[in-house]
């Protein structure tokens, strides 16, 4: 794929030769965002009942370029980097490195972790035709499971071939995506997509160094009506499906509703169908079985909004029944700030699970947003959300997951304040033991300027 990539530069440098290169760049454009984040996170009764506390600061973002078009090709370049600085003796890396630490020391701390970095995290060229685009390189994207993620410093980003087809007349939508590697928010390396999953059991699972993954999605959205199906296909590793229907309306009074439905089944496929059922496995012999329902209802007026949303992700006996997200997905409705898959998101983790993505889980979501323009104290919006799982797994009860968010934004900048709140925080490991903590706090300051 990297000699395609090369000989497709190639191409589209041999036309830009046979035209005027001086309108091709100059008549591009660029963009970016200058980002500051603060983050503590701190947890009482971890291992041995004992606490921990870490924060850090860094600043960072992204600086990028779009070319004009040249007889329907355009490029595009992003620079991005995170940079630490009054740092403390404990480290809190989810800003930083820290998928560089677990893929290099097998931990996410140490100094890997902690360490400042930059990527050159996009570069793509993309051929536009009346209603198609198709584009190959590295990029962002954003579907329900692959997803750029970007409640940290940096998305996290892909490398591969996206074909999109629009017809805005039937409202119909088709993408067929063929992806080689990914790069994790914390990490400036892209790794070979599976083994970013899996790791050093890439292997043992699926009986060779590494895979790719095949995503096709097909989407149907007019009149208030959307239907979304997705399918990713993972040689040797799992077949994922994701569903989702909904209805959206707004009366002439200024009422508007919005009811959605989603489901997920993921299963093994292949030879780690095989291999995961075998002695020793990483999962403790059990192949992926998982399958999820979620529903969803937005009501808002004006500047006012309240979501309510209840998931489960089912238990299956003797199978691995949590859902298998390693690539910055957090696709359940009832997702928060914290149950964002912090853990199977990093190299080698899949198998790992928190909170409402744990097999057996349900969980119910109350959040309400607030506009203040009205006011004429224009800018600022608030966020209440409130999460209650339970599980029958769960030694110490409910997972309790209050989230609470105070935004000001203004032209091209933003502030906001974060405050999250969880009691008993869950876990799940490899082979599916669940864990506990007393509790958790994390706070943030995300300060952002895009142009």
């Not at 349900?362 to 209650?388: H, M, P, R, W």
Request: charged share 20%.
């Amino acid at each position: 794929m990297k000699k395609i990539f090369l000989a497709s530069a190639l191409l589209c440098a041999s036309l830009i030769a046979q035209s005027d290169t001086t309108n091709f760049v100059s008549d591009g454009e660029a963009f970016g965002n200058i980002k500051y984040f603060y983050i503590e996170t701190d947890k009482q009764g971890i291992s041995n009942k004992a606490n921990s506390s870490a924060h850090a600061n860094s600043i960072g973002g992204q600086l990028g370029y779009k070319t004009s078009k040249l007889y329907g090709f355009y490029a595009k370049v992003t620079f991005m980097t995170t940079n630490g600085f009054a740092l403390p003796n404990v480290v809190d890396t989810s800003i930083l490195g820290r998928d560089n630490g677990v893929r290099l020391e097998g931990s996410a701390g140490g100094e890997i972790a902690q360490q400042s970095f930059s990527v050159l995290g996009e570069a793509v060229i993309t051929y536009t035709g009346k209603s198609y685009d198709i584009n190959y390189g590295r990029q962002v994207i954003k579907t329900p499971l692959i997803h750029a993620k970007e409640v940290r410093m940096l998305p996290s980003a892909v490398q591969g071939s996206v074909f999109n087809y629009d017809n805005k007349d039937f409202g119909l939508d088709i993408s067929l995506s063929y992806l080689t590697d990914f790069k994790q928010r914390t990490s400036n390396v892209f790794t070979n997509i599976v083994e970013h999953a899996l790791g050093t059991n890439t292997q043992a699972i699926i009986g060779h160094a590494g895979a790719d993954v095949v995503v096709s999605e097909l989407g149907w959205n007019m009149d208030g009506f959307k239907i979304e199906a997705t399918n990713y296909y993972a040689q040797d590793f799992m077949n994922s499906f994701y569903g989702v229907i909904g209805y959206k309306r707004t009366t002439q009074k200024g009422f508007q509703y919005n009811l959605m439905a989603e489901g997920i089944i993921q299963r093994s496929v292949g030879n780690a169908d095989e291999n995961l059922q075998e002695v020793g496995s990483v999962t403790g012999a059990k192949r992926i079985s998982a399958d999820s329902l979620s529903l969803k209802g937005d009501f808002a007026h004006f500047e006012s909004k309240i979501t309510m949303a209840y998931s489960l992700v089912r238990a299956k006996e003797g199978t691995h029944d949590s859902l298998v997200l390693p690539w910055d997905g957090t696709p359940l409705y009832t997702n928060n700030m914290t149950s964002n898959v912090l853990f199977s998101s990093n190299y080698g983790q899949a198998f790992k699970a928190d909170s409402i993505y744990i097999g057996g889980t349900q969980s119910y979501k109350l959040a309400y947003v607030q506009g203040y323009d009205f006011s004429g104290i224009e800018g600022f919006k608030t966020t209440l959300s409130y999460v209650v799982g339970d599980n029958e797994a769960f030694d110490l009860g409910y997972i309790h997951d209050l989230n609470a968010v105070v935004k000001y934004t203004k032209d091209n900048y933003s502030i906001a304040f974060k405050g999250i709140f969880v009691k008993h925080a869950a876990s799940a490991d490899e082979a599916g033991n669940i864990s506990q903590i007393d509790a958790f706090q994390q706070y943030r300051v995300i300060a952002n300027y895009k142009f």
